[in-house]
Nanobody, 114 residues
Framework: QVQLVESGRGLVQPGGSLRLSCAAS????????LGWYRQAPGKERELVAQ???????IYAGSVKGRFTLSRDDSKNTVYLQMNSLKPEDTAVYYC????????WGQGTQVTVSS
């Protein structure tokens, strides 16, 4: 059972930055997929960014150029650096990992508002 613990929730103004962290209970280098989804009120959960098998990094078009996904395998942690935040980035952000099955974190709230 993989456990994913997110941190970095917050309220930021438009144009601001925030970094989310996700610490895994197992070595992340073995995961077939690793990244972040988000879910805004009344909307479906959507992919934000992920490391996929083969080493590629995929970003949603709406965040490309503003968000950066990174990882520290020595700490079993994946990060999402979010810059130039917009009100439409407001959502609950979920860390996920794909191993034998998909594992989800508990979610962390990000609110972008003036």
């Amino acid at each position: 059972q993989v456990q994913l613990v997110e941190s970095g929730r917050g309220l930021v103004q438009p144009g601001g930055s925030l970094r989310l962290s996700c610490a895994a209970s197992e070595r992340i280098f073995s995961f077939q997929g690793l990244g972040w989804y988000r879910q805004a009120p009344g909307k479906e959960r959507e992919l934000v960014a992920q490391f996929s098998l083969g080493g590629t990094t995929i970003y949603a078009g709406s965040v490309k150029g503003r968000f950066t996904l990174s990882r520290d395998d020595s700490k079993n942690t994946v990060y999402l650096q979010m810059n130039s935040l917009k009100p439409e980035d407001t959502a609950v952000y979920y860390c996920y990992a794909l191993s034998a099955r998909v594992y989800w974190g508990q979610g962390t709230q990000v609110t972008v508002s003036s």
